[in-house]
């Protein structure tokens, strides 16, 4: 009898406390569903779709590049600024032929990471020190256009080809230290939303992690304004020279010499102002976010969101994919053939209409 009162308590007791577990239970499954499923709305077709096509565009478009640049290798054999984006271009196809067919396994295997801790330290390593290396580079190659356009004395007299290679060296040395941060304890690398991609883990409030994270975004978002900065002011002296120049060529009554060299000087100008204006867009537009991102994580101003973190991570890798392009594509001889186009096709109609006043006021004249 006494057995059975007993149990009959426990079975009323665990009646009236099982309703608020449960529902704690389910609160926390929907919140963890919430925030680490978001994009399950989402087919896996359009999910696996940016690993695949981040892999084949960042591979075709660095390997173009340097096989451009290995083509031209007699022009920029003696520019610093051109071995340092094929330094560029080899750090971003590194990064993206050792990490994307990991991130494309895990998506034909269902989002189940097979690989363990190993191939997660393992894809995070390679991540830090690629994106590190890249952020590193292109802040190098803003310093030496800076260094070269507003400073060319000072750049002359201390440049030489072979720094390139020394500068490349340093920062590769620098990127793999701080890539390996999180293998010894400071920083802790985790499986990242949704599954398919390995970081250091910026939600943790463990001191290492918090100073870890810390030190990876405020040194990115320091380049990222670094490069901004140098760039537009490399931008101003560009056009502020140029403009200079073409008032001083109105005052010039000789033709051929002083034409030629000041079209090529335009050209040349210009080609440097749409590169360095694709940088300061592309770098900014693709790295600051992934930066900002950690920082609002560790600060913790506003709830978890993984989506946005996904987003932030994806814009810096597809940096490695437009970089290539921006180097190829504003070349000097196809920002000269884009030029040529829109000066004869553009500019035709308002060409021959100012051509035909001035030949009306000509012919009134001998009149």
Known sequence: MKRLVTQEMKEYLYQINIPNITASDNQQQSNETSTTLNGSSKSPNYEIAFPIGLFIAGTIGNILALIVLARARKEHQRSIFYRLVGGLAGTDIIGILATSPVAISVYFNGLNWVGGQPLCDYFSFLMIFSGSATVFIVSAMALERYLAICHPYFYNTRAYPMLAFWILLAIWVVSFIIATFPLFGFGHNTIQHPGNWCFFNS??????????????????????????????????????????????????????????????????????????????????????????????????????????????????????????????????????????????????????????????????AHL
């Not at 060529?249 to 050209?267: D, F, G, P």
Request: charged share 15%.
């Open 203 to 364: 939600h943790s409030a463990e001191l290492s992690d918090q100073i870890f994270s810390y030190f990876y975004a405020i040194v990115g978002l320091a380049m990222v304004i670094f490069t901004v900065v140098c760039n537009i002011m490399a931008m101003a002296t560009l056009v502020h020279s140029t403009g200079t120049f073409h008032v001083q060529n109105n005052y010039l009554t000789n033709v051929s010499a002083t034409h030629i060299s000041n079209r090529k000087r335009k050209e040349q100008s210009m080609q440097m102002l749409l590169l360095l204006f694709g940088i300061v867009v592309i770098f900014a537009v693709c790295w600051a976010p992934l930066m900002i991102r950690v920082i609002i994580n560790q600060i913790r101003w506003l709830p978890v969101n993984k989506e946005a973190d996904l987003l932030g991570i994806r814009l810096a890798c597809f940096n490695q994919v437009l970089d290539p392009w921006v180097y190829i594509l504003f070349r000097k001889e196809i920002v000269l053939r884009v030029y040529d186009f829109a000066r004869k096709h553009i500019c035709t109609w308002p060409c021959r209409q100012h051509r035909d006043m001035n030949t009306t006021e000509s012919q009134i």
